[in-house]
């Protein structure tokens, strides 16, 4: 089956990667064929925003440069970028300290990427691109486009779980055909080789994630 794979990017980092640094130099396509060996994955949109450095971690942005160059080195792969807003918040504490009930904190949330992958989503299965879509995440508002690839267009649905620990939404499991969850094995099956190399020379893995 003609497969194309929609990756939440921010729902994999947190879930899966952020969780195990020693693999995060994966590669997703190798991932996605571990899990699901019976689909001919044809490309892979890898929906998420670009970071910005931060006093306390200054090569933040580099890092991730770094391993969006070996991702383009797969064949049809594709980033779609969404965007990070960042806003002081007042966030209550779970236990007062020195009698504060509250905490100003920095909330950084990531914009666009779901309404991006639903829509792209959407458009290629309008366009009969692919018999089956596989969605890496765990985000139930990705339910209606799901259901509307299985109900409107009679295509299959196929989803990977990548919150690794966490139980699987109810919503996108009632709406998809298959339903899998990201292990360690799976991650430490799915590196890419250090070096990746690209027309420009070698990418080698940032030295914090060995």
Not at 126 to 131: T, W
């Amino acid at each position: 089956m003609r497969a194309i794979v929609y990756i939440d990017g921010f729902n994999l980092y947190y879930g899966s990667l952020k969780r195990n640094p020693d693999l995060k130099w994966m590669n997703p396509k190798i991932l996605v064929e571990k899990i699901f060996p019976e689909i001919d994955v044809l490309s892979l949109k890898y929906f998420t925003a670009y970071v910005t450095d931060r006093p306390n971690d200054p090569t933040q942005s580099q890092r991730q440069q770094t391993y969006f160059r070996a991702l383009k080195t797969i064949p049809n792969f594709e980033i779609i970028r969404g965007h990070y807003l960042s806003h002081t918040v007042s966030m209550p504490l779970e236990t007062p300290v020195n009698g504060e009930r509250y905490a100003k904190v920095i909330k950084t949330e990531e914009k666009g990427s779901d309404v991006n992958l639903a829509t792209m989503m959407l458009v290629d299965c309008f366009q009969n691109k692919f018999d089956v879509a596989v969605l890496i995440s765990n985000d139930s508002d990705l339910t209606l486009p799901l259901s509307m690839v299985r109900g409107m267009f009679k295509k299959q649905a196929y989803v990977i779980n990548p919150q690794m620990g966490k139980d699987r939404s109810i919503q996108l499991g009632r709406n998809c055909d298959r339903h899998r969850d990201i292990r360690k094995g799976h991650l430490i099956a799915a590196q890419f080789p250090n070096p990746v190399v690209d027309s420009k020379g070698e990418i080698h893995r940032p030295p914090s994630w060995s």
